[in-house]
């Protein structure tokens, strides 16, 4: 083989060697973004399908608080929140699933009101339905139960002017 041809040769394989790692730095940086946007530290609760105007200041949901083991965190799963079709955890679910969103299913637009003639039950069965209800009723449900803040001022900060 010629000396031409060997430093060709030398030259390709620098080069693809070169590409192989441009494209594994460029995937795993994907992979990163794509991690912290499925399931990312913290998350502002904020939905302006829901709301087009929030009364009160956004909750900033604090991920990594609710899954890190205690004394640290809550030890929560992720199913401990997302749930499926019939509200059974999600047991199997991890950091980075994808899942959907409340809104897909409770999607209803702002609070609901109740019906004077309602039942406890029914009344408890129509908040659901709406983004604000379900999504009040997991978090303050799972608070009371755990001991966790109930008053809107805990989760909800003021508003800045």
């Not at 080069?15 to 998350?43: H, R």
């Not at 702002?110 to 709406?130: A, C, F, G, T």
């Not at 966790?148 to 909800?156: A, I, K, M, N």
């Amino acid at each position: 083989m010629s000396k031409r041809i060997k430093q060709i040769l030398t030259i390709l394989t620098i080069s693809c060697i070169g590409m192989l790692f441009l494209v594994a730095g460029i995937n795993a940086e994907e992979a990163q973004k794509t991690e912290k946007a499925s399931c990312p530290d913290v998350m502002e609760m904020k939905n302006e399908q829901a709301f087009p105007q929030h009364r009160m200041g956004i909750v900033e949901f604090d991920h990594k608080k609710h899954v890190a083991d205690k004394p640290d965190g809550y030890g929560l799963g992720c199913g401990e929140c997302h749930h499926d079709e019939n509200g059974e955890p999600l047991s199997d679910l991890k950091a980075g699933d994808e899942v959907q969103g409340c809104f897909e299913c409770h999607d209803k637009k702002s609070r609901p009101r109740r019906d004077p003639s309602m039942s406890p039950e029914e009344w408890e069965k129509e908040q659901l339905k709406y983004y604000y209800g379900a999504i009040h009723e997991n978090c303050m449900g799972c608070h009371k139960k755990m001991g966790g803040p109930v008053r809107c001022t805990e989760c909800h900060p003021r508003p800045q002017q």
